[in-house]
C-alpha cells in the first residue's frame, strides 16, 4: 500500500522558527510570502518600521527575481533554458554563481551534491499526488550522463557534456536566495534581521543586542523542536528525510537522492548545518545527507569556518567538534 505523508508546513515553521525569550516591547516587522514553493519569513527589528516594511518588499522581490532564474519548474527559466540548451550558453552572474559554488560542493563531497539530477528528481517525481517507486531501468537511464565532470563552468559560460542533462538546483537554490535577500536588508540599512525559508535561515546581526534562538526541527515528531542554537551573523539550513516522501511496503523514499544508486539516502534522518552563507550552508546539508552520518560529518568538519550535526537513522546525534556543548537538546 502507498501512503503519502507531508509535514504541514505551517508546522515545521513553527517549529523551525521559535523565539524564546520575552516579546520584546519594539516588537519586529514579521512578514511572510510563498517563493520557490515554500513560505518565507522575514523578521526585521529596527527603529523605523516603515523602513523595514519597505526593506522587506525588495527582499522578497529579489528573491521572487531569483526564482525566476533558478526554478526547473517554470518553463522561461535560466535553468530550463540551459537544460534543454546543446553546446556552450551563456549564464546570467547569479546562476554562474551559484553554479560554480554547487560544482565545488559536489567536488568536495564527491560527487554526493550533484546539479544534474533533473531526470532523476522528475522520475521519482516526489511532489506528484501518489509516487511510486520507479524501476531500476528507470533510475539506471535517468542516472546515465550525471556526475561531477557533467558540467563545465568558465566564468559565465557553461557546457553539459551530456546534451541530456537536466539541471535541478533544489539543493541549493533556497539558501542562495536567502542570501541575496539578507544582502537587499542590509543596503536598505537593517541591521537587525532573520530570513527563513522553511528551514533555510541566515541571521542579520543580532536581535536586540542578543544572540538569536534558533530551533531546529525535530527529524520524527512534527512540529516539535529538537534542539536550539544561539546564533548572530550566521546561517542554519537543515536538510531532512521528513521533508518530502512517501512510504511503500514500511520504506521511507524521501527526495534526497543518492546519485551512487539513485535512490533516496540511506542512513541519515536529518542534517544541519552552521556557515556564513546560507547557499554554502544549503548545498552541504544535503551533500552531507547523501554521504551518509560519518562521510558527512567528515565532510562538515573538513570545511572551513562551518559546523553542523547529523541525525542517524537510529536517531543518534553526531556533533562536529567546534559546536560540542552549544546546542540545547530536548
Ligand atoms: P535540500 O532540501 O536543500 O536538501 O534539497 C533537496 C532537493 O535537492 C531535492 O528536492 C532535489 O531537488 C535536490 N536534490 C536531491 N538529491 C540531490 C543531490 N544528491 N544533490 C543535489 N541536489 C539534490
Ligand atoms: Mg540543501
Known sequence: MLRRTLLPLAAVLLA????????PSDGPVVRTALVMGTLVEIKAYGADPNRLDTAITEAFAEMARLEQLFSAHLEQSEIRQLSAARGVRTVSSEVAELLILGQMVARRSQGAFDMGLGRLV??????????????GEQIGAALRGTGPESLTINGQQVKKTDPALQLDLGGIAKGYAVD??????????????AVNAGGDI????????????IGIQHPRKAGEVMATI????????TSGDYERFFEQDGRRYHHLLDPRTGYPARGCQSVTVIAGDAALADALA????VLGPRAGLALLERMTDVEGFVITDDGQRLVTTGLDGQLQWF
Open 180 to 193: 541575496r535577500a539578507v544582502a537587499v536588508l542590509r543596503q536598505a540599512g537593517v541591521k537587525s534581521a
Open 202 to 213: 541566515r541571521l542579520l546581526g543580532d536581535r536586540l543586542g542578543e544572540d538569536w534562538r
Open 230 to 237: 544561539a546564533l548572530r551573523d550566521r546561517s542554519v539550513v
Open 286 to 289: 544535503t551533500a552531507a545527507f
Open 122 to 135: 522528475a522520475l521519482w517525481d516526489l511532489q506528484s499526488e501518489s509516487p511510486k517507486v520507479p524501476s
Open 16 to 23: 523551525l522558527w521559535l523565539w524564546l525569550g520575552a516579546t
